[in-house]
């Protein structure tokens, strides 16, 4: 599956921001959906992720109470809604799929991603 991240942007600490990956294919509702990050000089981290239709979700703890993930099926697009964002948020956040039959924090359980999109937080 193809996968096209957008929405990211300069946003002061405190703003928000809605993050979206537009999948092409049939079979979107038959993957995982995660949402990762990396920031300049540190690995790539997990934030969350959500399965096909049942709609378990998983989310990083530095991200708890704060970012919402959800799927359209309908439109092929998984959002990230991203609320009380802090300077440390500030990363190329990564959209990315999986065929496994469980929701996965490791980058590794993905097949496919996006190109990521930007997301600086200020101060």
């Known amino acids: 599956v193809q996968l096209q991240a957008s929405g990211g942007g300069l946003v002061q600490a405190g703003g928000s921001l809605r993050l979206s990956c537009a999948a092409s294919g049939r079979t979107f509702r038959s993957y995982v959906m995660g949402w990762f990050r990396q920031a300049p000089g540190k690995e790539r981290e997990f934030v969350a992720a959500i399965s096909g239709s049942v709609g378990n979700i998983l989310y990083a703890d530095s991200v708890k109470g704060r970012f919402t993930i959800s799927r359209d099926n309908a439109k092929n697009t998984v959002y990230l809604q991203m609320n009380s964002l802090k300077p440390e948020d500030t990363a190329v956040y990564y959209c990315?799929?999986?065929?496994?039959?469980?929701?996965?924090?490791?980058?590794?359980?993905?097949?496919?991603w996006g190109q990521g999109t930007q997301v600086t937080v200020s101060s």
């Open positions: 990315a799929a999986s065929k496994a039959m469980v929701v996965l924090a490791t980058p590794t359980g993905y097949d496919d």
